[in-house]
């Protein structure tokens, strides 16, 4: 069995008939401490036990420096940051061992894109997180890695301003794609997401698997 979070229950429900009936969705908001603690004691309850954590919730929200206010940064960092340190935190306890955490980075922490100061910082503070928390997570037989993509062409939501790190989202076309001159997908992703969690990737641990077709790199 396999659980999907979220903060619309609508988009959950929606996302739980699409995968079909081994899927739980349970609302939660990832940028809420409080939430997260909530969501591993229904695991424990259930007897829920782990082998694969993705954490993949998000928030983009594009500014030039200048217009940054705490609002913004707090927003960010709790959903990008914050709450995924104390979610890992909470779900200790339920992980098996040789279990894997996927953290979702972005290639913004590499690339000094304008309007992304605070976006691209708490990425690159998320992809330093998995470094640490892979070297004292060890001794519990846990694995962190972690995936940064490029633009990812998101069907769902029409384009309308620049991208920004692993989807589009509403964020728009960027005047070039990189070397492969396409957008990935969100099935590229996921395959690799499910590499790092799988036994296949065994002896990969602390590393970030770069996902952009080249365009950070080329």
């Known amino acids: 069995m396999s659980y999907i979070t979220g903060r619309d229950q609508a988009t959950l429900d929606k996302a739980a008939a699409q995968l079909g009936e081994k899927v739980i969705a349970v609302r939660s908001d990832a940028g809420s401490v409080a939430e997260g603690i909530k969501l591993a004691t229904l695991l424990q309850q259930e007897g829920v036990m782990l082998d694969a954590v993705f954490i993949n919730a998000g928030v983009a929200k594009l500014a030039p420096f200048e217009a940054v206010g705490e609002e913004l940064w707090d927003v960010t960092f709790n959903s990008n940051l914050k709450g995924p340190y104390f979610l890992i935190k909470a779900l200790l306890p339920r992980l098996n061992q040789g279990a894997a955490i996927v953290l979702n980075g972005s290639i913004n922490a590499h690339i000094g894109m ?43 939501v029409k384009p309308t301003g620049p991208p920004c790190g ?53």
Do not use: C, W
């Open 166 to 218: 692993e989807a589009l989202g509403g964020r728009g076309r960027h005047p070039s794609p990189g070397p492969l001159k396409r957008f990935g997908t969100p099935e590229e992703i996921a395959s690799a997401v499910l590499y790092l969690a799988s036994a296949e990737s065994a002896f990969i641990v602390g590393t970030e698997l770069v996902i952009d077709g080249g365009m950070s790199q080329l």
């Open 114 to 156: 304008p309007n992304t100061s605070v976006y691209a910082a708490s990425k690159a503070a998320l992809i330093s997180l998995a470094k640490t928390l892979s070297a004292e997570l060890l001794s519990r037989g846990v694995r962190v890695n972690v995936v940064s993509p490029g633009p990812v062409h998101d069907i769902s």
